[in-house]
């Protein structure tokens, strides 16, 4: 912004809002389509959107992509609205939504969405949502995670509603597809795609809007994650280089762990190198490094200071996180865990660590000891969400010689007509990590 003065994180975020809400409660468009990106807020607007939604006398259904999702918008808005009646249409499962919705008076729950239909808000799964059929339709609709989405399974709800809002960070996972889709790609159709890309390949003037701040990522992570997989949508973070601090209770043995920790607390970044070498996917050494940090961490009584408290405040179990990128990964590193006395701490693949948020993540890089790139391990947004669920600092645990694997596999992916190009794709967008996390190597020698 040159000559101009840049608005704070703030002033920004709370300016795009006001766009957003403007163009949604008194725009004419049939949808408004909203790129967050990680920690900026994407469910506080969607809720913000559905109680003034309701509060103008518009009935509002709500779309989500899993039941934890949905569970998760109902409480929310109960504890910003408590009077305001809502409606969580389930399936007919004995554990099909989080029982703690019976203790709230204002949430109507229900497998029928005809009993639903005259609240202010109804929200429910897009899988249950598809299955309605017989009611009026809203005046307006909400999908949230809406680049998690199928547009098939848009196409399914589609009848439901008026009007929609569209939120989404398009740097997540793509959707998740059990058949191969290859005879659909290039065509503005293809089931496979996400709801939004499919959408505004039909409707490219529907209005956009984007986030402009993280306030999730610290300032350290912030500008590699927006350069690395958002350069069409950057941001910032929300809070500058001294607002955030990590330290430890006890000094440093001189491991390698340690020293990483160290290197992470201090920039915000770690990269644990092990010696390189062609491993089975459950790499018993790198597994072994992941846990080791984490014992350590816990160990060494790590403390965080932020916005959200002038004081230190212990990092534990429950605020650390070890992220994969296969299942059976993530259970090895359980295992270890385990054996080193380590419990609480959450260690999942990245499609299931999709929109958390903790103080200190570990991840073991999708690429580690692996004799070729495959498009699954050269995903940008595998990588993107591993790298983009920390508060304060990432390790990243990895074997020596990605970038040579990366530069003997360049991508062979056939070029298709009509396919939107991903920029950047998985190969340089690891490039891009890597570069940065060699400034903070540390070398592991067992």
Known sequence: MSGQEVPDPSSAAA????????DTLHGDARGVVVDSPPGAGKSTLVVRAA???????RPLMVVAQTNAQVDDLVLRIAEKEPELPVGRLHASDPDAYDKALDGLDSVVTSTKAAELAGLPVVISTAAKWAHVKGVEPWRHAIVDEAYQMRSDALLAVAGLFERALFVGDPGQLDP???????????????????????????????????????????????PLVSAAFYPYTPFRAGTGHGDRRLAFGAASDGSAAD????????????????????????????????????????DRGAAAVSERAGHPLPVTADRVAVGTAHRDQAAAVRAALADLGVHGVTVDTANRLQGREYDVTVVLHPLSGRPDATAFHLETGRLCVLASRHRHACVVVCREGVTDLLDEHPSTEPVQLGVTVKFPDGWEANHAVLSHLAEHRVGWRP
Do not use: K
């Open 15 to 22: 300016e795009a809002t006001r766009l957003i809400l403007e």
């Open 176 to 222: 998740f597809s059990v058949v191969g889709a290859e005879q659909w790609a290039g065509l503005s159709y293809d089931p496979s795609a996400s709801a939004v890309s499919t959408l505004l390949a039909h409707n490219p003037d529907l209005p956009q809007h984007r986030l402009p701040v993280s306030w999730r990522l610290p300032a350290s992570a912030a």
């Open 259 to 298: 020293r990483v920790l160290d290197e992470a607390a201090e920039s915000g970044w770690g990269l644990l190198e092990l010696p390189a070498r062609h491993t089975p996917r459950t790499d018993p050494e790198a597994v072994h490094a992941c846990a080791l940090v984490v014992r350590r961490l816990l």
């Open 51 to 57: 109680l003034e939604l309701a509060a103008a006398g």
